[in-house]
């Protein structure tokens, strides 16, 4: 598992819960159980990777999503990956001789 983070103090201990799905022996065993097992709570804190919120609920992932005042969407990635990403560089647009078949 990852390295777990500091907890912060405004997170009850009653909503730390351990999960990492992806170094977790369990998850490679029982994925499906792994997440059954989170859906106990309808939201705990993970300290893994940094530390993270798990919503489990549709309701509640739909507003969160809905209200990005609420959360952050700034990293997305667990484990966070570094930002800014290299871009891959758009094609020139093709004319439109290259769109069409051909013609002679």
């Known amino acids: 598992m990852a ?4 907890v ?9 819960q351990a999960f990492d799905y992806h170094h977790d022996p369990r998850v490679e065993q ?10 106990g709570k309808r939201a705990f804190f993970s300290p893994a990777y940094g530390g993270y919120w798990v919503l ?3 309701a509640d992932i ?4 809905q209200h990005p005042e ?8 667990i484990p966070p990956t570094p930002r ?3 871009l891959l560089p758009l ?12 013609r002679r």
């Open 3 to 6: 390295e777990p983070a500091p």
């Open 8 to 16: 912060p103090g405004h997170v009850p201990p009653d909503a730390v």
């Open 30 to 39: 029982d994925p499906f159980g792994v997440f059954d097992a989170a859906r």
């Open 56 to 58: 489990t609920e549709a």
């Open 62 to 65: 739909r507003a969160a999503l």
């Open 70 to 77: 609420w959360f952050s969407s700034r990293i997305t990635g």
């Open 84 to 86: 800014p990403r290299r």
């Open 91 to 102: 094609r020139p647009r093709l004319g439109a001789a290259a769109r069409s078949p051909a």
